[in-house]
């Protein structure tokens, strides 16, 4: 099998390993990135459903929050090295503008996530270094010679041979993507602890669920209250997408990790402010009595289809006048509106979660360089690390940010 020489061999070309390759000063060293898909970046085309939201609006002091608790400390170093500033610059040397939506996501407002995807490949041409497609790295070694150590990857076409290592295959969500756990095996075989790898940011899904027929409904201002074993576990305000099979919306992706099988869920589907609705509520009904049930649920902003879905989940006509209705179908209206019970079936799992929570140990880098604190010239960068932010641009950052540390310190 023919031997390649390489001085930084980076595993992954996915945004952190692309951004690695680009910012190591070249100094005439060979740089080589193995991709295993036949293309590059993969994941990077299916964010912010194909927009790219490619990081958040939030001043970079307060993107820590937005963080598991582990990474807080560690991401410091490499966010304010590269921050979210710094970031947009990098493209708009490449003409691209940004905008940022009502949840504060930056997305660039003249370009798509291909396009953010292909200034990246078109940078490591401009820089000589080499993708090599369709080669999957299979096994690393660690060898010496001329008494210096070397790392060794063997590939299905090559055996490689780096001075550097860097590895950015991601995390195991969205596998089709390329990204299929393989770095955790490489790294716990030269010795590296990884926190198991779970699934994180997706949707929920609802056990027998009653509201597939309004699937593309969103409500502006739902409160959810989640229970396990009767205890209070979480609660969230905001709005929620309903799907074929659960719930979704920004709040409750970026809750789905901590919501197992079995939970309750308590949905308000009309206002957080409970009470004040139900008070708002029974004045109208009581004001209106001539009016159609119907006319008096639309002054609380619900669409047609999900005032015609509570109507039939709490058993009342359709059609039905505020005389006409009844002491007990008041009760279960209100009841269905703001105290609607659901069992959590699932939270999503790899094939369908955004991104992985888990990955390489955070301990055993150095936070200031991205390096191995057990094996020197080795680095991370990218969703394999322990580190997993919230929806709204912050792991595109994370993988950014430790991408140009590791490079400046390759
Ligand atoms: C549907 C979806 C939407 C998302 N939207 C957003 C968003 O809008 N904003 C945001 O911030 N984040 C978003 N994310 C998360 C974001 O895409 C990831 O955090 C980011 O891509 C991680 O970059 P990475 O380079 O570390 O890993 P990846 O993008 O996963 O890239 C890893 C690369 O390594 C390659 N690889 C793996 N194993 C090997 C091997 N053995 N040999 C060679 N190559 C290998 C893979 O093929 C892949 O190309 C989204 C994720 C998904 C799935």
Do not use: W
């Not at 109208?284 to 639309?298: A, F, P």
Request: charge should be positive; charged fraction near 20%.
């Amino acid at each position: 099998m023919p031997n390649i020489f390489a001085d930084v061999l980076i595993i992954g070309a996915g945004p952190a390993g692309l951004f690695t390759a680009i910012n190591i000063e070249a100094k005439n060293r060979q740089i080589i990135i193995l991709e295993k898909n036949q293309c590059a970046g993969k994941k990077l085309l299916l964010t912010g459903n194909g927009k790219c939201n490619i990081t958040n609006s939030a001043a970079i002091s307060d993107f820590f929050d937005y963080y598991n608790h582990k990474a807080r400390k560690f991401i410091r170093k490499a966010l304010f090295n590269f921050d979210n500033i710094a970031l947009q610059n990098f493209f708009r040397n490449y003409d691209i503008e940004f905008y940022a939506d009502a949840d504060n996501r930056i997305i660039p407002k003249n370009a798509n996530a291909e396009k953010i995807r292909n200034i990246l490949i078109d940078c490591c041409k401009a820089k000589n270094i080499k993708i090599h497609y369709d080669e999957p790295a299979n096994k690393i070694e660690i060898i010496t010679q001329n008494a210096k150590k070397k790392f060794c990857v063997y590939t299905d076409k090559n055996i490689y041979f780096a001075d550097k290592l860097v590895l950015s295959t991601g995390g195991c969500s969205y596998p089709q993507t390329g990204s299929t756990g393989d770095g955790y095996k490489f790294a716990e075989a030269l010795g590296h602890a990884i926190i198991t790898p779970k699934p994180a940011l997706s949707q929920i899904f609802i056990k027998d669920f009653q509201l597939s027929d309004i699937a593309g409904s969103s409500l502006k201002t739902a409160r959810l209250i989640f229970f396990r074993a009767s205890k209070k576990i979480a609660e969230l305000t905001g709005e929620i997408l309903i799907t074929h099979k659960g719930l979704s919306g920004i709040p409750v992706i970026n809750i789905s990790r901590e919501i197992s099988s079995g939970d309750t869920i308590i949905i308000s589907f009309i206002d957080n402010q409970q009470l004040k609705f139900t008070n708002n509520f029974k004045q109208l009904l009581h004001t209106n009595q001539k009016k159609s049930l119907k006319s008096i649920l639309k002054k609380f902003e619900l669409s047609e289809r999900l005032i015609e879905k509570m109507l039939a989940l709490a058993s009342i006509k359709t059609d039905i006048l505020v005389y006409q209705i009844s002491k007990e179908e008041k009760e279960r209206l209100l009841k269905t509106l703001t105290h609607f019970e659901m069992t959590v079936l699932s939270s999503g799992d790899f094939n369908t979660a955004m991104i992985t929570a888990g990955g390489i140990a955070l301990n055993e880098i150095n936070p200031a360089t991205m390096e191995s604190l057990i094996i020197p010239n080795l680095y991370f960068a990218g969703e394999i690390l322990d580190i997993d932010g919230f929806s709204g641009g912050f792991n595109l950052q994370a993988a950014f940010s430790t991408a140009k540390l590791a490079a400046s310190n390759i």
